[in-house]
């Protein structure tokens, strides 16, 4: 039994156990007709970047009908593709057909295993962000359909480099599907619609919260000495801006992505506040991250609406986690918890008052809508049926908000989304150089510690 036969409990117990929330696709055993470009039709994959999001991502894919088979694997450390392997091959059993001489090891590893793929197939990158546009470069160029996750990036240069690439791809017919699953949740598309009908009317304001203690690898103290220095920052992405646009970046894209999808716009301009509070370890060690534990970024919109995103990371302080948008004659709870969780509803008040409700989507108990399944269903079906599909310039428009938000808090100025797009301040300009023995991009200073935002006193982050 292949896991797209399996019952829906199954493989929500997968994609719990690879860390992501998900609930089973109804349409899970529908065959859709077969297109593959390539002739053949088996969909094969290579996963680059063998993590949690990778694996849970592998899995998605080999859910759908067909149903994919997953023939390589690259990443730079050795445990993590094997933890991923033994993963999946335990759930997707034949569906993994990957022999030790399709697993590779190192920055070139992403090359190796999109060698074993043919035109047509599908290379998933999940790795930090860094090596989102030399891994997709490559993937233009063997004519391969890709699914990468967020954010894209966390500079201007890349983020145009991105784009650039995206034509490519799509003048390439190649399909792409970006990992801001919000989109793809059901729930979230009908509030879109009854918010574009206008059932809250004209949106004023919007408010994204993400706060809650540390997570991720945001918070980091110094660099043990092993792995080297380069490999120890990729295991703790977060704590790096050049890695991951840090946490502003990773952990908020969400609520940015989907509030300003209900708005139908992206901001012009940002500013923002942000501090590091607590600068040593419950054990007392100084850390030496680039993050602030606490941000709150006000963003403007052509006609001066605003959306706030306020994100924190501590102990102890008041848990938020959902998104909200208002207009000129209601109220919306777009993500009621986490990144897209349901139930979305909308309101005749400005505060969600029961009395007021006009409409309420399922729950997660009565019903089985899976964004990170959906993403995947609607990737596969656009390469069967070789419809245009490509979600980069989206997911740039995405990595660029949130970054300009993250960069105003940084800086304590007003950064505009132009002067960010078209900013010259790459924060790794050799990520497709980098070999298993070359040092950081981002050194440590003689204390340890990594250059740190000085907001109002330095122009750049760092
Ligand atoms: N859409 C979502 O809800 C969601 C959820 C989690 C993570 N993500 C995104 O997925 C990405 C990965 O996050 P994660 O939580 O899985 O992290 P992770 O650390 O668990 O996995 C990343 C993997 O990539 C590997 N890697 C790093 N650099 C590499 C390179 N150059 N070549 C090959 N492999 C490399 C790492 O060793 C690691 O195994 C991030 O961009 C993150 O923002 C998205």
């Given amino acids: 039994m292949n896991e797209s036969t399996l019952p829906p409990s199954s493989r929500r117990q997968f994609i719990k156990s690879t860390g992501q929330i998900a609930a089973a696709s109804a349409l899970a055993g529908v065959t859709i007709p077969y297109v593959h470009a390539a002739g053949s039709d088996q969909l094969q994959i290579a996963l680059v970047g063998c993590g949690g999001r990778g694996t849970g991502a592998a899995g998605n894919a080999m859910s759908q009908s067909g149903p994919p088979k997953l023939v390589a694997m690259a990443d730079v450390f050795q445990h993590r593709l094997d933890g991923s392997f033994n993963t999946l091959k335990k759930q997707f059993k034949d569906q993994v057909d990957v022999s030790d001489d399709r697993k590779f090891i190192g920055f070139d590893a992403y090359q190796k295993a999109m060698d074993c793929l043919k035109k047509g197939d599908i290379a998933i990158f999940t790795t930090p962000l860094a090596f989102r546009w030399v891994h997709f470069k490559y993937a233009i160029e063997k004519g391969l359909n890709v699914f990468m996750e967020k954010p894209l990036t966390a500079d201007g240069p890349t983020s145009r480099r991105m784009l650039k690439l995206a034509d490519e791809a799509?003048?390439?017919k190649l399909k792409v599907g970006v990992g801001l699953m919000s989109r793809h949740s059901k729930a979230l598309q009908e509030l879109h619609k009854r918010v574009q009908d206008g059932e809250i009317g004209d949106i004023t304001l919007m408010r994204g919260y993400r706060m809650q203690g540390p997570i991720g690898s945001a918070f980091s103290t110094a660099w043990p000495g092993q792995p080297n220095e380069l490999l120890w920052q990729i295991s703790r992405f977060h704590s790096f801006l050049w890695l991951s646009g840090g946490g502003f970046s990773d952990f908020n894209i969400h609520h940015i992505d989907h509030l300003c999808w209900m708005k139908n716009a992206w901001p012009v301009r940002a500013q923002g506040i942000g501090g590091?509070?607590?600068?040593?370890?419950?054990?007392?060690?100084?850390?030496?991250?680039?993050?602030?534990?606490?941000?709150?970024?006000?963003?403007?919109?052509?006609?001066?609406?605003?959306?706030?995103?306020?994100?924190?990371?501590?102990?102890?302080?008041?848990?938020?986690?959902?998104?909200?948008?208002?207009?000129?004659?209601?109220?919306?709870?777009?993500?009621?918890?986490?990144?897209?969780?349901?139930?979305?509803?909308?309101?005749?008040?400005?505060?969600?008052?029961?009395?007021?409700?006009?409409?309420?989507?399922?729950?997660?108990?009565?019903?089985?809508?899976?964004?990170?399944?959906?993403?995947?269903?609607?990737?596969?079906?656009?390469?069967?049926?070789?419809?245009?599909?490509?979600?980069?310039?989206?997911?740039?428009?995405?990595?660029?908000?949130?970054?300009?938000?993250?960069?105003?808090?940084?800086?304590?100025?007003?950064?505009?989304?132009?002067?960010?797009?078209?900013?010259?301040?790459?924060?790794?300009?050799?990520?497709?150089?980098?070999?298993?023995?070359?040092?950081?991009?981002?050194?440590?200073?003689?204390?340890?510690?990594?250059?740190?935002?000085?907001?109002?006193?330095?122009?750049?982050e760092y």
């Fill in 170 to 172: 799509s003048a390439k």
């Fill in 276 to 460: 590091r509070h607590y600068r040593n370890s419950p054990d007392g060690k100084p850390y030496v991250d680039q993050n602030f534990d606490s941000y709150s970024v006000e963003y403007t919109f052509e006609d001066g609406t605003k959306l706030y995103m306020d994100g924190r990371g501590m102990t102890g302080a008041l848990p938020i986690y959902s998104s909200y948008a208002h207009g000129t004659k209601g109220m919306a709870i777009v993500s009621k918890a986490n990144d897209c969780g349901r139930p979305s509803s909308t309101f005749r008040s400005q505060s969600p008052r029961s009395e007021s409700l006009i409409w309420k989507s399922k729950d997660n108990k009565d019903d089985v809508d899976d964004p990170y399944f959906n993403e995947w269903e609607t990737l596969i079906e656009a390469i069967r049926n070789d419809k245009p599909y490509n979600e980069v310039p989206r997911g740039i428009a995405a990595s660029v908000t949130t970054s300009m938000g993250r960069m105003a808090a940084h800086t304590a100025q007003e950064i505009t989304y132009d002067e960010f797009l078209n900013s010259t301040h790459e924060y790794s300009p050799n990520t497709d150089k980098l070999t298993m023995d070359s040092p950081s991009p981002l050194p440590a200073g003689p204390d340890g510690k990594y250059p740190m935002p000085e907001p109002g006193v330095k122009k750049r």
